[in-house]
């Protein structure tokens, strides 16, 4: 278990496609947030959760944090926890992960970099919402976000929700970490839980391999 590094679990999404909070859906005899908040204590001393709704949280037994900038997506999650980290490494995970594994984030952890941000890329993506961040990142991040809202009330950016998880990659030195050649790599790691048609399907892979 690590000592020095702090799990952190995004939790903020609005689950607009899910058309619920897609945290408390049922796997088994857990919600997927209590699948997820196991996982990370099995692998960190310390966990922490960031939710804007910090009250349906409660029976998780985890430190809370709201975001600084509301609504303003996954960057504002990470900005919110490496701000509340009490260590200079970090493993941030998103709640709509479900297949993420143990060894997925030992591998990412203990990968041997000099560069503040340590991702994986898979079938030629990125994915930023699975890796380890240092907590030097945090003035880049709330730059970002204060940038953002500097935009929006000149009525620039309308469109855009908040600053994106890669315009933070794009200004910080990134080390890509491919995991694709490596055993515990499966195609369904990174499946990422958007709708009831998601949902539906991780309950059909969980039931077709006897975990249900």
Avoid: W
């Avoid at 996982?39 to 910090?54: D, Q």
């Avoid at 970090?90 to 041997?112: G, H, R, T």
């Avoid at 945090?138 to 009525?155: C, F, H, P, Q």
């Amino acid at each position: 278990m690590y000592t020095s590094v702090t799990g952190i679990i995004l939790s903020g999404g609005k689950s607009l496609r899910m058309g619920e909070n897609k945290s408390f859906l049922k796997m088994a005899d857990s919600t997927i947030i209590e699948r997820v908040r196991d996982l990370m204590k099995s692998v960190f001393n310390e966990v922490i959760l960031i939710t804007n709704t910090p009250d349906e949280y409660e029976f998780l037994k985890l430190p809370v944090f709201e975001d600084v900038y509301l609504n303003k997506g996954p960057l504002a999650g990470i900005h919110s926890g490496l701000l509340n980290s009490s260590t200079e490494k970090n493993f941030i995970i998103s709640c709509d992960l479900p297949f993420i594994s143990a060894e997925l984030i030992k591998y990412l952890v203990n990968f041997q970099t000099d560069k503040p941000i340590s991702v994986s890329k898979a079938n030629g993506n990125i994915q930023p919402l699975a890796g380890k961040y240092s907590k030097n990142c945090v003035d880049i991040a709330g730059r970002l976000l204060e940038n953002n809202l500097t935009k929006i009330s000149k009525g620039e950016a309308r469109k855009k929700n908040g600053a994106s998880v890669f315009s933070l990659l794009d200004k910080i030195d990134v080390e890509i970490v491919r995991v694709d050649d490596q055993p515990f790599y499966k195609d369904d790691l990174y499946l990422n839980m958007n709708s009831i048609e998601d949902y539906n399907l991780v309950i059909r892979k969980l039931n077709s391999a006897g975990c249900l």
